[in-house]
């Protein structure tokens, strides 16, 4: 798995070592897991986008491939703001199991949006 945050002790972070933190910013489409690393499953425990522009918008979302935009797939959170001074952020309330063979994604389609992801591979 791709941790996108180097240097961060899972153990001493979350107390658990089975967890893995990704935390996202700046525009573009980034893979937190790939289908292919995703050999037994995921657990999300949280998935949250940010966004404090008055055109941000971003998703963490899940598919067999690779999103084509922050609509794309299959969507676990999305933010979209489309008012000025505006800072929005949504979350995922509960744990989410991603199948096996399927890939953890973020979008970002501005650099104004965040993402935050706590997961678990099965």
Same mark, same amino acid.
């Given at each position: 798995?791709?941790?996108?945050? /180097? $240097?961060?002790?899972?153990q001493e972070y979350f107390g658990n070592p089975n967890l893995e933190l990704a935390?996202?910013?700046? /525009? $573009?489409?980034?893979?937190i897991v790939s289908p292919?690393?995703?050999t037994g499953g995921l657990i999300?425990?949280?998935a949250a986008a940010t966004s404090a522009s008055s055109s941000g918008q971003c998703s963490v979302s899940t598919g067999s491939s690779a999103p084509t935009s922050y609509t794309d797939g299959v969507i676990l959170t999305i933010c979209i703001v489309s008012s000025q001074n505006y800072t929005s952020m949504v979350k995922t309330t509960y744990p989410l199991?991603?199948?096996?063979?399927n890939g953890l994604y973020c979008s970002h389609a501005n650099g104004d949006g965040r993402t935050s992801i706590i997961y678990e591979a099965l």
């Open positions: 798995m791709s941790s996108l945050n /180097a $240097g961060i002790n899972n935390t996202t910013s700046g /525009a $573009g489409l980034r893979t292919s690393e995703n999300v425990y949280l199991f991603i199948p096996a063979g």
